[in-house]
Each structure stands twice: as C-alpha cells, then as structure tokens.
C-alpha cells in the first residue's frame, strides 16, 4: 500500500468505524430499553440486564456493518472529493482502480468481519442470551414474586411480598404453604433468595413461623435469621426452546433429528445457513454502491445529492429484497441461490458504472458528427 493509498484508507476507514459505532451504540439503546423489563418485573440486577444487551450486540452488527460500511464511505469520500483531494489524486498519476484499492480493502475487511459474526459470535450470543432467559423465567425469585401481589407457585405454595428493593432485598415477606394435612406459614421483616450449590433457598430476617396441623397441632416459633429450603418448589420440567439463530452452520446444514423437531424444518435451516454465508458480499456491495455515487460520474460542484440518493435506493431495494428471498427460500430450497446472486449482480453493476464513468461519450447515432467535432475543438 503506497503512502496515498495508505491515506485515503484511514480517511475512510474512520467515518466508517464512526458510522458503525453510532449505529450500535443506538441499537444497544433499544435492546437496554427492551429489557428494562428484566428489572421492573422479574427482579433482576442491572448487570443482567446488561449482560443480556451486550449479548444481542452481534446479531445487531450482522445488520449495522453493511449500512455503516456505506453511510461512512459516502461520508468520507463526499469529503474528500468536495476538498479536491481525489482530484489532487488522479492529477499525481493515480489510476481509478489504485485510488479505490483502499476502499475495497477496507470493505474486504468488514466482509470478513461479517461472516466471523454470521457463523461464530451471533449463535454463541444468542444461544447464551437464550440460556439467560431461560434461567430468569424459571427462577423462584422470578416467578414467586411479585410486589404487592399474592402470587401462587407449585405444591400449595404462596408467596406475597410488600415490597422489592432493587438490590433483591424482600421487605415484609409473608409464605404459606397448604401441605393438605399440614399448614405452614412464614412471616419475615427482611428475606433474599439465594443458591447453595444450585439449591434454591430463602433467607428470612426477624420473623416467625407457624404451623397447624390436621390434629389440631399448633406450632409458633420466633426467630432471628433462618433459611428454608424451596428445592421442593422448584421442579421445571420445561427446557431451553433455540431458533435458526441460536444454531451454527453445521447445525443448520446437517440438522439433527431433534434440530428439526423443535427449532424448525430443513428449508428453514438451509435459509438461515445460506443467510449467514451471503450476509458479507452485503459488505462489498455496499462499498462497491458508495464508490459508484461519488466517483461515478462527472464533477459536479452542485454536489452529488441525486446520485446519493439514487445509490441509496439502490442498496435500501437490494438489501430488502435480500430477506424477502431469505424468507421465500425456507420454502423453496432452489431460491437460495438467489441470495449470493443478488448482492454479486448488484456489486458487479455498480463496478461496472463506476469504471465506464472513464470512457468518453460517443453518439452511436452520428459517429461522423463526433469526428468532426474532435477535428475543429
């Protein structure tokens, strides 16, 4: 890489890293805000919900990279051809495809990016975000509890909490426990869940205890601090439910007989699959699009807003039409050759314009009025 080549790559590279990481940085916003409802109604701490956020970031790159890749080029190459610095390129003997070679090294990059995202760090964050959710839906501090409320759980069990701290503190808890011939309640200024080698268990603070049984029996004990065992109300017989996502590539291409039971059938596998591989030419199509409205035409010093907005639709069309083929593919296995043609066809469109934009305008129509024109300019 020559030293104006090695230029024009940071000088794109940077609005495209600042592109990606706005994008992100939104959807990690909306992901937080989704799973606000982590804390507000099942009690979990804030480093769950971050956890959980942080664990969508890959299935969101997947999508953010291709539209960073040509926000930021447009940005950075409107930049340097306003400035005259691309003229200043090719006016030192830069040839198109050398001044481009940044770009699509750059594009490369992001490419490959992708495609480690599409069949590594997306299943594994999504299978670990799918086991996080699974843990919080069937945790007894999750499920018993409830502010304000009498919730009832398995085996006669009831549960009714004042008030929830955000720290996981239970102020003014009250347990009952119907064991048909035996009654048992709980009463505790203070309580918290907690695990001992994966028993559950709660720990009660000044409180007391009362039991009556079926003989008239009445048992009544005061007690500073004391644990009770919820191992007998924590019987899940339900398991973690995948999707497409949630599987990596040999998963979706050789499915085991239980993949297809419960996550879906083997068109819908293939799609996914096909779909995780052609995700990185999205990549050098949007490069290839971004390049082609700055460089592809004449020098306007109006700008380049309608050729902007034309790429722009383009890639918007394209990118949309890309999942409705994913989608019609589960169904129709011989559409998902479609999904590499289309972005292939669209970069090799828009290279196309790109390096014609070189070659003068000749009128087939009058070849000998051209001539003419040539001999008395």
């Known amino acids: 890489m020559t030293l104006i ?14 592109a990606c990481a706005a994008l992100t940085g939104i959807g990690i916003l909306s992901q937080s805000l989704d799973q606000l409802e982590v804390i507000v109604e099942r009690g979990q701490s804030v480093w769950v ?45 830069v040839t198109r495809w050398q001044a481009i070679r940044p770009a699509i090294r750059l594009a490369t990059i992001a490419a490959l990016a992708t495609l480690l995202i599409t069949t590594v760090l997306m299943p594994w964050g999504q299978r670990q975000a799918r086991a996080e959710a699974f843990a919080i839906r069937t945790d007894l501090a999750a499920v018993l509890i409830e502010e304000g ?12 909490v004042q008030q929830i701290e955000q720290n996981g503190l239970l102020k003014n808890l009250f347990v009952y426990v119907d064991e048909g011939d035996k009654v048992t309640t709980w009463d505790a200024a203070e309580a918290r869940f907690g695990r001992i080698d994966g028993t559950p268990f709660l720990t009660l603070v000044n409180g007391s205890r009362q039991s009556y049984s079926s003989r008239g029996v009445l048992e009544y004990i005061s007690f500073g601090r004391t644990v009770v065992d919820l191992s007998p109300y924590a019987d899940v017989t339900d ?57 592809g035409g004449q020098f306007s010093r109006t700008g380049y807003s309608l050729r902007i907005a034309k790429a722009a639709a383009a890639f918007l069309i394209v990118r949309v039409a890309g999942y409705g083929i994913v989608s019609a ?12 043609v289309l972005p292939i ?7 196309r314009l790109l390096f014609r934009a070189l070659k003068p305008r000749r009128s087939r129509a009058w070849p000998a009025l051209d001539r003419l024109k040539a001999r008395f300019a």
């Open 5 to 18: 080549q090695g230029y024009l790559f940071r000088q794109i590279a940077r609005p495209v890293v600042g």
């Open 49 to 93: 919900m971050m956890k959980l956020t942080l664990l969508a970031v890959p299935q969101l790159l997947a999508v953010i990279v291709p539209i960073g890749l040509f926000v930021g080029a447009l940005i950075a190459l409107t930049r340097l051809q306003r400035e005259q610095e691309l003229t200043a390129v090719f006016a030192s003997g």
């Open 149 to 160: 409320r009498f919730v009832q759980g398995p085996n006669g069990l009831t549960v009714y």
């Open 239 to 295: 398991r973690i439910r995948y999707k497409p996502s949630d599987l990596y590539l040999p998963q979706l291409f050789n499915p085991s007989p239980q993949d297809l039971e419960s996550v879906g059938s083997a068109g819908e596998l293939n799609a996914e699959g096909h779909s995780r591989l052609s995700a990185p030419l999205y990549a050098l199509m949007a490069m290839a699009m971004a390049l082609t409205a700055i460089m």
């Open 329 to 340: 593919s589960a169904w129709n296995g011989w559409l998902n050759v479609f999904q590499y």
């Open 345 to 351: 066809v669209a970069t090799a469109i828009s290279l």
